[in-house]
């Protein structure tokens, strides 16, 4: 979902790590609330889902694995898509790659730059069509009206009912219009550059949402093919 203002919850039992991380977010134009430990993070996220988490991995009471397999394998949780990027001091890559293997978005290793856990929130945040808009900004365009604080999409007067994955593609070229992207350029953008599914993939997905938001997918007026290239977004 695109907010006004991306909430994340910093989780770490170190109070100085909290208040640098706060500070840097902040500044970027984020609302952050803080966490020090797996019970706190977990009575958090159930309060009040957040746009995203920065979840440290060594807690005390509930460790960031478990809070990652919690949110991400529990049933009926309505926050168990966020996106979780995991801060770890641990040189070994087991972990990391456990906590991958369970959910997670990304990992930072510690010691970390605060400006480049601003930058991979940013990252996760857009793939995952998370971005921060200009408060009240809709996205108006001749049939197709797109709210991104609403996570809503009207396409020729009707309601179109949108997957994660189909809203982000559509949003990402709703702001780059008439720029063409190729399916590997698209498959960084929505899916992650770690991603190593197949770019058709892509080809599937913009199939599934001209069938929502054409009156004619055959022959599109909003995304269209650039043969031997790629799509473009042309309202």
Known sequence: MVRNTPSILVVDDEATIREVLTRYLEHEGFTVRQAADGYEALDAVTFEPPDLILLDLMLPGIDGLT?????RQAPGMR??????????????????????????????????????????????????????APIGQVLAFPNLH????ART???????ASLSAKEFGLLFFFAT???????????????????????????TV??????????????????????????????A
Do not use: C
């Open 176 to 202: 780059h219009p008439r720029q063409v992207f190729s399916r590997t350029q698209l498959l960084n953008e929505i899916w992650g550059e770690d991603y190593y599914g197949d770019p058709s993939t892509v």
């Open 153 to 159: 999409v009207s396409a020729h007067g009707v309601n």
């Open 146 to 149: 797109i709210d991104p604080a």
């Open 67 to 71: 809070i990652t397999r919690h949110l």
């Open 205 to 234: 997905h913009i199939r599934r949402l001209r069938e929502k938001i054409e009156t004619d997918p055959s022959a599109p007026q909003f995304i269209q093919t650039v043969w031997g290239v790629g799509y473009k977004f042309d």
């Open 79 to 132: 926050n168990r898509n966020v996106p979780i990027i995991m801060l770890t001091a641990r040189g070994e890559t087991s972990d990391r790659i456990r906590g991958l293997d369970l959910g997670a978005d990304d990992y930072i290793a510690k010691p970390f730059s605060p400006r480049e856990v601003v930058s991979r929130v940013n990252a996760v945040l857009r793939r995952a069509g998370k971005e921060v």
